[in-house]
């Protein structure tokens, strides 16, 4: 849109449960394939650009911030950028090793193609050869628009080496995945949809209600924080279609292990991976031979959005069919 090359940030693990009990900040290319993303646009990973192209195009002395003014609002002097204020922010711009100068405030444009004239117009390249903001220039969740760019976003040889022989030693094909977003900070966040504070349009729920906020399917407690029942009922149903001979539980909490187990009576293998790796859950549930995840989530999202690129098959707890509420969620 504004004809500029995207310095691709590294992926922010959280370690803090293990050494070294800080944000780990992975290179994309460790997860993802870097070439794959330039199909679709030019890319530089931000490690080349800081070590090979900022000290020529960025010099220091010269290094900008780009925000919104209701973002500065934020800052103690109410006119910087809040750049490096907290986690994730203090800790990844130390990792790039920059420290900003000045901060550039705007208004009245968004990260739309809608306004690109005015994003040249205001930041001619010329003038502002490097744009840093303090986060991604597009509206999370990802909007209808964009999911289509999944496809770009190609796991890198390591992984699907590493992913590959979790499967096969492991899980018995056919296998089911499961997403089970039920931790205690999740369950606080479904509580605004029971009291009413939330609508159909919750977080990531756009995936399974629809886009349109004039039409969207009404969005469920069952949908954003299944019970134990709906779990059992939901993961029985989607073994016996698919013939699945294992299940395989990603989860941010409880994973019902031994719960899932007894109904099938010992006849399907049921598995976890320990230690849990969040981007090993992603590339294992997006290979399933289906998937069960929840509506509201962005974990749940990225799994979707791979599997439709792929063509493979997708549900939601309280919503079998994608599109259409499951019945009895909708008395």
Known sequence: MLN??????PWIVYRHHSPPYTNVHVPYSEF???????AYHR???????????APKHWLLGQRKAYCFETAAQRSADKKSCPMKDGNPFGPFWNYAGVEFDESVL??????????????????????????AMPGAPAPFPVIEEHVGLQRYMVWSHRMVKEGEEHISTLLTRP????????????????KLLKSGDAGPHFMASPQCVGYNRQTA?????????????????AVKMWVK????????????????????????????????????????????????DHFIG?????????????RDVHGLSSSFFGMDTPGKVNQKEEL
């Open 4 to 9: 500029r090359t995207l310095a691709v940030p």
């Open 32 to 38: 993802f394939q870097l070439e794959a993303l330039s």
């Open 106 to 131: 705007f208004s009245g444009i968004s990260f739309s193609a809608y306004h690109q004239p005015q994003w040249m117009k205001k930041f001619p390249p010329s003038e502002h050869p490097v744009l």
């Open 217 to 233: 399917l009404p969005l469920t407690m069952t949908m954003c924080l299944p019970d134990l029942s709906e779990i059992r009922r």
């Open 294 to 306: 929840n509506c509201v989530s962005s974990f749940t999202a990225f799994v979707k959005r791979e």
């Open 175 to 190: 296998y089911v995945g499961i997403h089970l977003r039920i931790g205690i900070d999740w369950q606080n966040a479904c």
């Open 241 to 288: 279609k698919t013939s699945a001979r294992s299940v395989y539980i990603a989860t941010d909490s409880e994973s019902h292990n031994k719960d899932i187990e007894k109904l099938f009576k010992g006849k399907v293998k049921v598995v976890s991976l320990q230690p849990d790796s969040a981007q090993m859950d992603l590339y294992i549930l997006g290979r399933a």
């Open 43 to 53: 890319v530089v990973s931000l490690e080349d650009f800081m070590e090979k192209l």
